[in-house]
């Protein structure tokens, strides 16, 4: 069943530039503390703040009850929905379809269809960020074998798996990884249970893509590369470093296009790239000075490259395996 819709209050006297705030809705089918989901949450409770929208969501909504969430937002005059259709892309697509007058910015596996013209696409393309983590991860594994736990073996997650793996590389050309999926997008027990056994296989550092793998490295006392959001503080030991999606440039950009009335059919996924400020590398927290100098100095090397363009991090969406 659909989560509960939950609406946020919005700040007393707020107006956008042109005297209206635009009505926003959420559609997550996890918690909006979910990974993911929650840097879209964020975005667009910090565009409330600003009084540039009236944010309303609903949580944990199942594929089966999507396209109606959908259509009930729309028919209560909502001016752009978000969320990820991952797991219903024709049938989202169609309800879309159904009412051109609404704005749909949606995460998708797949392009913007210009025969839908008021739905664009997104993804979390932060294989930017995910490479300077794999530099790190590189420095700091002592054997050389890592353990990367993932959902699902996606585009969204594939290219972030490469891209780390990529820069793991540049650190040791010979590192070895364990790669599997646990098929859910939120199961930590699960995904606890496939990193210990990555770690009785040999991994002395972990790639932790779904919640629950941090929790195995810090139980078995071995080190965490997070993803998505920034999961040091709640892991001081274990979680060197993350790469940080940063949804707000992504949201922004599509407010504005409602609001001048430009929005068509698109893919903002350039909006996650680091030149854009779509992504970062979390603060190292407790691991500061604990990093090797020489991929500390990398790092920053590369992340100057890749904001200037002088860099390029190889898009790869092809199912990353074990080595």
């Known amino acids: 069943m659909a989560g509960a819709a939950v609406a946020v209050a919005l700040p007393a006297g707020a107006f ?82 159904d009412y051109p007058d609404v704005a749909f910015l949606m995460g998708s596996s797949f392009k913007e269809d210009p025969a839908v013209p008021n739905l664009s696409v997104f993804d979390n393309y932060i294989q930017d960020a995910s490479y300077l983590s794999g530099i790190i991860a590189g ?24 891209a780390f793996m990529a820069g793991a590389k540049e650190m040791k050309p010979d590192m070895e990884f364990q790669v599997s999926f646990i098929g859910s997008w939120f199961d930590p027990p699960k995904a606890k249970e496939t990193a210990y056994a990555m770690i009785e296989n040999g991994a002395d550092l972990l790639y932790a893509e779904r919640f629950g793998v941090s929790d195995a490295a810090a ?13 040091q503080p709640d892991y001081p030991e274990t979680v060197v470093a993350s790469a940080i999606w940063h949804f707000e440039p992504t949201l922004n950009a599509a407010i504005a296009k409602v609001k001048d009335g430009t929005f068509t059919a698109e893919d903002y996924g350039i909006y996650s790239f680091m030149k854009e400020g779509g992504c970062s590398l979390a ?7 604990k990093i090797p100098q020489e991929a500390l100095d990398l790092v920053a090397e590369r992340e100057a490259a890749i904001k200037s363009g002088e860099y390029v991090v190889e898009i790869n969406d092809e199912e990353p395996k074990s080595s």
Do not use: C
């Open 283 to 289: 603060p190292y927290g407790t691991f500061e000075g």
């Open 219 to 231: 139980e078995k006392g071995i080190l965490a590369i997070g993803n998505v959001i920034d999961t």
């Open 16 to 97: 956008a530039q042109d005297g209206k705030v635009l009505k926003v809705a959420g559609i997550y089918t996890v918690p909006v503390e979910q990974q993911w989901v929650s840097r879209i949450h964020i975005a667009a409770t910090a565009a409330q703040e600003a009084g540039d929208i009236e944010y309303t969501y609903s949580e944990n909504t199942a594929n089966t009850d999507y396209p109606r969430v959908m259509r009930e937002y729309a028919e209560q005059g909502y001016d752009l929905i978000v969320g990820e259709i991952f797991g219903v892309e024709a049938e989202a697509r169609e309800v879309a379809a």
């Open 139 to 162: 420095a700091m594994s002592e054997n050389g074998k890592i353990g990367m736990v993932g959902g699902f073996p996606i585009p969204e997650v594939n290219r972030l798996m490469h």
